[in-house]
């Protein structure tokens, strides 16, 4: 092993560094539950399936807005912009001010996309497989809609770039 290599414990703190490597963007997931928008930032979000048309992202056992959430008909997926650096976190932050300033609409099935963001996507629950400490979301798509231009926000190393 190098200098440059570390071998790392499989603890959390440790398997959260390592995971962290791994670049992703960063999503929206909220609906309209109750009159009330509900929703959070998810960077496990994943492409899954073409036919049938299927995404995924994980989610937190310890979540307290995933059982709110998932009661929703449809849900709005939306792919962050580079500049949704204070919007993501603030999706992150206290539930009750998660949509606060935040441009949004709202489908007639209730589910909410951010007014900017690079794709939409509509979707509903397809199925919820129990993996450890999260559950692996399985969400069948109904509608997609994509920017012709813009670049996602991207979450590196604990932090947030954007493509060079
Ligand atoms: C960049 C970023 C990515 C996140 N990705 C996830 C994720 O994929 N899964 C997850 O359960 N929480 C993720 N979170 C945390 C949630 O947005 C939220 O803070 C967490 O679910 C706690 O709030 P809750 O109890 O209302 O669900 C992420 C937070 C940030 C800032």
Known sequence: MSS???ALALDPTALRTAFGLYPTG???VAAEVDGVAVGLSANSFTSVSLDPPLVSFSIARTSRTWPVLRRATRLGIT?????HQATCRQLAGPAGNRFDGVPYSTSADGAITLDEGIAHFHTSVHEEVAAGDHEIILLALHDVTVQESGAPLVF???TFGRLA
């Open 26 to 28: 960063v999503v929206a």
């Open 79 to 83: 792919v962050l912009v580079d500049h």
């Open 4 to 6: 440059s290599q570390s």
């Open 156 to 158: 590196h190393r604990s």
